[in-house]
């Protein structure tokens, strides 16, 4: 099993940045396509960026421009900068590990506040 242990959250202001951060605990990662979810509150959880293990990644439309994802496979670790934040990006931040149904696993999430 993949264990996933998210860092980096917190409190900013619009217009601010963020970068978050999540491990894996196990070097099968590299298989396995990697993202970020959110959810705010009485929301449900949405993907925000997803990037396989070629690569390739995936943004949702209100944060294309704006955040950045990436992998680095050597230090089992996935990565996301905000930049630019809005009021609307203050969500509950997931790491998602994803190779099958049965291989799906999530992080214990962190939390982002935008805010003045």
């Known amino acids: 099993q993949v264990h996933l242990v998210e860092s980096g959250g917190g409190l900013v202001q619009p217009g601010g940045s963020l970068g978050l951060s999540c491990v894996a605990s196990?070097?099968?990662?590299?298989?396995?396509?990697m993202g970020w979810y959110r959810q705010a509150p009485a929301k449900v959880r949405r993907r925000v960026a997803t990037?396989?293990?070629?690569?390739?990644?995936y943004y949702t439309d209100s944060v294309k421009g704006r955040f950045t994802i990436s992998r680095d496979t050597a230090k089992n670790t996935v990565s996301l900068q905000m930049d630019n934040l809005k009021t609307e990006d203050t969500a509950v931040y997931y790491c998602?590990?994803?190779?099958?149904?049965?291989?799906?696993?999530w992080g214990q999430g962190t939390q982002v506040t935008v805010s003045s």
């Open positions: 998602n590990a994803y190779n099958s149904p049965r291989d799906d696993f």
């Open positions: 196990d070097s099968l990662f590299r298989n396995y396509r």
């Open positions: 990037i396989t293990p070629n690569g390739t990644t």
